[in-house]
Structures are given as C-alpha cells and as structure tokens.
C-alpha cells in the first residue's frame, strides 16, 4: 500500500496566493458567467477543487474566502431562483458564486489601461504633490520617479520570469506596497524596508540581478 506523502504546512498568505490565481485562471478560461466553465464558482466546487490541486482543508479554504472577500479580490454573487412543485408550492432557491474581482485580477496582472486611478475622486493639486504614473502603472510622487521606475522594470521583469507564480505574486505585492509608499509625501521607511527584504530576493533570478542592483542604490535612503 503506498503511503500518501503529507503535504506541507501552507502559511495563509501562500493559500491566499493560491486561491486567488485558481479565481484568475477559471476566469480567464471561461466560457460562460457560470456552469461547469464559468468565470463564477460555487463553494462546493472551490472546495473540491482546490483539495484536488494543493490539498487544502475545508477549513483553510473557508477562512481564507473569507478574507479575500473581505480585501475585495473576490466577490460573492447570488442567483435567487423559484422551484415550483407539483403541488403548486413556489419554493426559493438561492445559490451563491464566488468570481475574482477586476482589483483581483490587477492584483496579479499589475494595473492596466483601464484600471481606476488610485487616487480617483481626491484633487490632488490641493494637496500640493505632484504625482506621475511609472511604467507599470502605479502613481507615485514625482520626487521618488526614478525610484518607481526602477521599480517598475523589476516587476515587469519579474512577471516574464519563468519562476513559480506563487513566488511571482509575492514579489510583485511587495513591490506594490513599496510603489504605495511612494505615492505618500512621507513614505514610511519601516514598510518600505520589510517589502525590500523581500523584493531584493529577485536577484536569485535570471535577468533581475541588474535591475534589484539599481533599485538597492536608488531605496537606499529608505533603508538606514
């Protein structure tokens, strides 16, 4: 009898980084809004899924939807229904789907054309920054430019890499918590340093040594 090899224990950032690439493929594979190849899934099926592929516990599939939807990655949507019986009784029916959101998929694709600007709905002139948009979308303050376009080729880098998607996702957060800080006239130097210890592991891979090298000289001033 051969013995099942026990599977290792997944932090929650890394089920989320899971779950939330399974919502990203199934829409970007479907077929239909729901079914068998819709972009929307019911909870039933998630969970079957997501134990066939990563071996996750009902549990940790649950817990960790839920925090996905509370961020705003994935939304719930409900479809009502009404079964008629023979006997003329009208009996309601209502079935919940889960879908990744466009802020879901930004998430993983980085922002886009069509993704609403960060600061939509604030005047920023009032607030006396100037603030531009680097190549990969994000907006930062003008003063830390290079900085975020340093920051932005890394990403691009990152994303073209061959390296796992897991590992792509956590790098490329990290990058957009360090871009976040740089939209603020007083970036906090804390944030910024946790995310560069990780951010600076892309050195590690093919064609990102050069860029993690540029950005170390130009995030200096963050790091002391």
């Known amino acids: 009898m051969v013995r099942r090899q026990k599977r290792r224990m997944l932090t929650n950032n890394e089920i989320r980084r899971l779950m939330l690439q399974y919502f990203y493929d199934r829409n970007r594979n479907a077929t239909s809004i729901t079914g068998k190849k819709?972009?929307?899934?019911?909870?039933?099926?998630?969970?079957k899924h997501l134990k066939q592929r990563y071996g996750l516990t009902q549990q940790e599939v649950v817990s960790n939807l839920t925090y996905l939807l509370s961020q705003g990655w994935v939304e719930e949507k409900v479809i009502e229904k009404q079964v008629h019986t023979k006997g003329g009784t009208v009996i309601p029916s209502t079935t919940k789907y889960y879908q990744i959101t466009a802020a879901g998929i930004d998430k993983i694709e980085g922002p886009g054309e069509f993704t609403m600007p960060r600061f939509h709905g604030i005047r920023i002139e009032a607030t006396g920054q100037n603030i531009i948009t680097v190549g990969d979308g994000n907006q930062i303050n003008a003063q830390f430019g290079d900085l975020g376009q340093a920051l932005a080729e890394l990403r691009k880098a990152i994303i073209?890499?061959?390296?796992?998607?897991?590992?792509?996702?956590?790098?490329v957060a990290d990058i957009d918590t360090i871009q976040s800080q740089l939209a603020k006239p007083?970036?906090?130097?804390?944030?910024?340093?946790?995310?560069?210890?990780?951010?600076?592991?892309?050195?590690?891979?093919?064609?990102?040594?050069?860029?993690?090298?540029?950005?170390?000289?130009?995030?200096g001033k963050f790091l002391s």
Do not use: F, H, Q
């Not at 890499?161 to 590992?167: C, G, L, Q, Y």
């Open 160 to 171: 073209r890499s061959d390296v796992p998607e897991a590992n792509k996702m956590d790098l």
């Open 38 to 47: 819709g972009a929307s899934v019911k909870i039933s099926d998630i969970k």
């Open 186 to 219: 007083r970036p906090n130097p804390s944030i910024i340093r946790a995310a560069w210890e990780v951010v600076k592991g892309a050195a590690a891979i093919g064609g990102c040594a050069t860029l993690v090298r540029k950005v170390a000289t130009l995030i």
